[in-house]
């Protein structure tokens, strides 16, 4: 059975950073692309980074180029959002993706 777990979401100031993790399970983690995506309160999950098998290809929604760096570690069935330069448009519940299964997702909050 595929899981996908995310974690490290949390309440952050403008400015500062944070790592999310996605822990997956059930399936061969390196034979799959994967993506970030977010919700926003009030609206339309949305995607904002994608990453190759081996992790040599990336893209990013506009919103976040330049700020946020997706990774993975596929020894350890990881994969990663680090998050630099949080604005309060960051604020959303954030997902793991892997084709059509999803994690429960974890919350990031950015406010002063």
């Known amino acids: 059975q595929v899981q996908l777990v995310e974690s490290g979401g949390g309440l952050v100031e403008p400015g500062g950073s944070l790592r999310l993790s996605c822990l997956a399970s059930?399936?061969?983690?390196?034979?799959?692309?994967l993506r970030w995506y977010r919700q926003a309160p009030g609206k339309e999950r949305t995607l904002v980074a994608t990453?190759?098998?081996?992790?040599?290809?990336?893209t990013y929604a506009d919103s976040v180029k330049g700020r946020f760096t997706i990774s993975r570690d596929n020894a350890k069935n990881t994969l990663y959002l680090q998050m630099n330069s949080l604005k309060p448009e960051d604020t959303a519940v954030y997902y793991c993706?892997?084709?059509?299964?999803w994690g429960k997702g974890t919350v990031v909050s950015v406010s002063a």
């Open positions: 059930g399936f061969t983690f390196s034979d799959y692309g």
């Open positions: 993706n892997r084709m059509d299964n």
């Open positions: 990453i190759s098998t081996g992790g040599t290809i990336t």
